[in-house]
T-cell receptor
Framework: DQQVKQNSPSLSVQEGRISILNCDYTNSMFDYFLWYKKYPAEGPTFLISISSIKDKNEDGRFTVFLNKSAKHLSLHIVPSQPGDSAVYFCAARRMDSSYKLIFGSGTRLLVRP | DAGVIQSPRHEVTEMGQEVTLRCKPISGHNSLFWYRQTMMRGLELLIYFNNNVPIDDSGMPEDRFSAKMPNASFSTLKIQPSEPRDSAVYFC???????????????FGPGTRLTVL
């Protein structure tokens, strides 16, 4: 029972263009969403988050959009850089178990020079 | 500043052997998490400690797995006896406070890659 789904296992983008990573969820109890970035042989590192009371959060080149009615969120990276090449995980938490993150399966982003 | 420290980084063992993974959380953090990452199941929470007390161990797969946190700066995850299906990357993470209130995020260690032959 995958509550957080990242349907695209990989994405390839040209340097300077926009990268859009998508995530869908099924549990309406989720109230906080996060994106983590993972390089090989390292642990995931926090990138950006959004509360369910917002529909957009921006941090430099990274913007996360939340569409609650569609139970969908997306991460936009503009402009994409080769150093952004990594695996990106979407994660969500429920309001009644705020410590517990449910992770998606990840999307591998390759930014081509 | 030192992040979350895990040891060993790689462990290769034979089926039936005991395996102990170690974690040192970030100083001052009072919550610690153990995760397992596999191709089949992705990244899943095994156990959560708050102030050294296990709060949620519902993700521990079976009795062969046990975790302890004897003090605020050290935790272990033990598998006894180990089986080939335990092969995975095990991550430890910590947060400053319990839960994810106020935007706290989980800081992950580099992981231990376990291979059980």
């Amino acid at each position: 029972d995958q509550q957080v789904k990242q349907n695209s296992p990989s994405l390839s983008v040209q340097e300077g263009r926009i990268s859009i990573l998508n995530c869908d969820y099924t549990n309406s109890m989720f109230d906080y969403f996060l994106w983590y970035k993972k390089y090989p042989a390292e642990g995931p590192t926090f990138l950006i988050s959004i509360s369910s009371i917002k529909d957009k959060n921006e941090d430099g080149r990274f913007t996360v959009f939340l569409n609650k009615s569609a139970k969908h969120l997306s991460l936009h990276i503009v402009p994409s850089q080769p150093g952004d090449s990594a695996v990106y995980f979407c994660a969500a938490r429920r309001m009644d178990s705020s410590y517990k993150l449910i992770f998606g399966s990840g999307t591998r982003l390759l930014v081509r020079p | 500043d030192a992040g979350v420290i895990q040891s060993p980084r790689h462990e290769v063992t034979e089926m039936g052997q005991e395996v102990t993974l170690r974690c040192k959380p970030i100083s001052g953090h009072n919550s610690l998490f153990w995760y397992r990452q596999t191709m089949m199941r992705g990244l899943e929470l095994l156990i959560y400690f708050n102030n050294n007390v296990p709060i949620d161990d519902s993700g521990m797969p079976e009795d062969r797995f046990s975790a302890k946190m004897p003090n605020a700066s050290f935790s272990t995850l033990k598998i006894q006896p180990s089986e080939p299906r335990d092969s995975a990357v095990y991550f430890c993470a910590s947060t400053p406070r319990g839960g994810l209130a106020g935007g706290d995020t989980q800081y992950f260690g580099p992981g231990t890659r376990l291979t059980v032959l």
